[in-house]
């Protein structure tokens, strides 16, 4: 892995001084690009592919929080690595922490945590989504073998069975076979209600 391949061109927020200096010596060596922005300063993410922040310096929420939207790694830089600035990181949206004092290793190894860190939440994120909607689909999946009961006055598991087989010769997942089935229900009560 390459240096361009970690983070190629990094945002430097509310970074004093010194610290600066420190970060901008090791990126140079490292063949990265960065900008420094202080106190909201506007400034395009388009080409930004990680954030370092300085906790102690920090006065960039309104940024920091379209960093966030934008999935961006952010890493926060601190001198003092206590419980409160882990947790003050934390809730900045933080994947990794960058200790002071600042070296050219330290920072290749917190940029390449960043950047596998942030993409194993996406990951996270998108499994997480899918099985919130497959736990939708179960609530269709259930109502649609109690119509089915209903409807062929049997019991649960053979509902079940029909729904599934109603599935398999359709090519469906159990689930799309579910929610067709409630729309045919569906559908069929206004045509009902006119013909009484």
Known sequence: MSASDVLPHLLLIDC????????????DRLGLRSLAVDDD????LEEVSGV?????HFNSERLLARVRG????????THHQTLSQIERAVRLGAT???NKPITQSTVYTTLAMAKALRQQAVALEAANHQLAQRLS????????VARLMVAL??????AFERLRGEAMDAQLTLEDAAERL????????????AAS
């Open 52 to 56: 370092i922040v300085e906790l102690d």
């Open 16 to 27: 004093e001084v010194r610290s600066l200096t420190m970060l901008n010596k090791s990126l």
């Open 137 to 144: 689909a179960q609530g269709a999946i259930a109502r649609a």
């Open 182 to 193: 409630l729309k045919q229900c569906r559908d069929r009560r206004p045509q009902e209600g």
């Open 96 to 98: 990794a922490i960058l």
């Open 70 to 77: 934008a999935g961006i790694p952010i890493i926060a830089m």
């Open 153 to 158: 006055s049997c019991d649960e598991s053979q």
């Open 41 to 44: 300063a506007p400034c395009a």
